[in-house]
C-alpha cells in the first residue's frame, strides 16, 4: 500500500505563488509514474502535470504550461508543484497521485483512470 500526503496549499492572490509537496510511504517511489491532478467545483478533474520515473519527462497542461513546474526526488519520495502567476481559474483541489503499475518504457500518463494511489487532496485558493 502506497500512502500520499500533501501539503503546501492555501489561500493566494492573483499572480502569487505556491509550492505543493507530496510525500510518498513506499518502498518503491523511484517506479512509479507521478502525477498532480485538479478539481474545481462543477468541473472534471483535471491532469495539470505528470513526471516519468526519473524526472526527464514532464507533461504540463496548456493552461499551466509555463507557470507550473513538476519535479521530483526519488532519495526523500517526495513530488513538488511549483506553481506561480496564480490565477483565480487555478482555484480547485490539488491532488498527487501515482501510478504504480506503469510499465518499464512508461512516461507521463494523463489519464487519471490508471493512478490507483491518491492523496487526500489540498486546497489551492487564488483570490482575484
Known amino acids: 500500500q502506497v500512502q500520499l500526503v500533501e501539503s503546501g496549499g492555501g489561500l493566494v492572490q492573483t499572480g502569487g505563488s505556491l509550492r505543493l509537496s507530496c510525500a510518498a510511504s513506499?518502498?518503491?517511489?523511484?517506479?512509479?509514474?507521478m502525477g498532480w491532478f485538479r478539481q474545481a467545483p462543477g468541473k472534471e478533474r483535471e491532469c495539470v502535470a505528470s513526471?516519468?520515473?526519473?524526472?526527464?519527462?514532464?507533461y504540463y497542461a496548456d493552461s499551466v504550461k509555463g507557470r507550473f513546474t513538476i519535479s521530483r526526488d526519488n532519495a526523500k519520495n517526495t513530488l513538488s508543484l511549483q506553481m506561480n502567476v496564480l490565477k483565480p481559474e487555478d482555484t480547485a483541489v490539488y491532488y498527487c497521485?501515482?501510478?504504480?503499475?506503469?510499465?518499464?518504457?512508461?512516461?507521463?500518463?494523463?489519464?487519471?483512470?490508471?493512478?490507483?494511489?491518491w492523496g487526500q487532496g489540498t486546497q489551492v485558493t487564488v483570490s482575484s
Open positions: 497521485a501515482a501510478y504504480s503499475k506503469s510499465p518499464l518504457f512508461g512516461t507521463v500518463q494523463t489519464n487519471p483512470a490508471l493512478y490507483d494511489y
Open positions: 513526471i516519468n520515473r526519473i524526472g526527464s519527462s514532464t
Open positions: 513506499g518502498r518503491t517511489f523511484s517506479s512509479y509514474v
